[in-house]
């Protein structure tokens, strides 16, 4: 089974309900978020949530070199001890999310593909094993312009974002 980190734009009545449902009824909690992510009329059917496939670990092991302000891959403050997958759903905040675009908006992929050495990542055994390959580079900036296009967004909007592994 392969690990995949999934993020969701939340507006502030959505956090809300978020919350109050991990309370009163935590099984319902997940099954909120993924109608969530599928979009709805607000959102004309766009989805609001994307995932990093398996290129998650590869993105923090190259992020981590160039020191980004907020934790995009692994950090934010569990909001449940219950586990979504692979580990709790965690909540970056509004002001976490735009301090997080903004160093997106001033850190081009080509700054992190500059970290980029495929033998450093199969060393470090980064998951997943995937590094030599000649596609690998592009599989990690689809993920990235994926991930900088959601926090850009929710950011503009003042949105926190929720992140869990699943």
Do not use: C
Request: charged share 25%; glycine share 6%.
């Amino acid at each position: 089974m392969s690990m995949i980190t999934d993020y969701l734009r939340l507006r502030p009545t959505e956090l809300t309900e978020l919350r109050r449902r991990l309370t009163e009824e935590p099984n319902a909690a997940y099954s909120y978020v993924a109608d969530l992510g599928d979009g709805g009329e607000d959102d004309g059917g766009a989805a609001r949530g994307v995932d990093t496939d398996k290129a998650w670990a590869g993105l923090q092991f190259l992020l981590a070199k160039l020191n980004p302000p907020v934790d995009v891959i692994a950090g934010g403050e569990p909001m449940t001890d219950d586990e979504w997958g692979y580990d709790s759903p965690r909540l970056l905040t509004a002001a976490q999310v735009a301090e997080a675009a903004r160093f997106f908006e001033v850190t081009p992929f080509s700054s992190v593909a500059a970290q980029y050495h495929p033998a450093e990542l199969t060393s470090a055994e980064v998951y997943p094993d995937i590094w030599a390959e000649d596609w690998a580079l592009s599989y990690l900036e689809d993920a990235y312009d994926d991930v900088a296009t959601l926090f850009r967004a929710a950011a503009a909007d003042h949105e926190a974002v929720l992140v869990w592994m699943s």
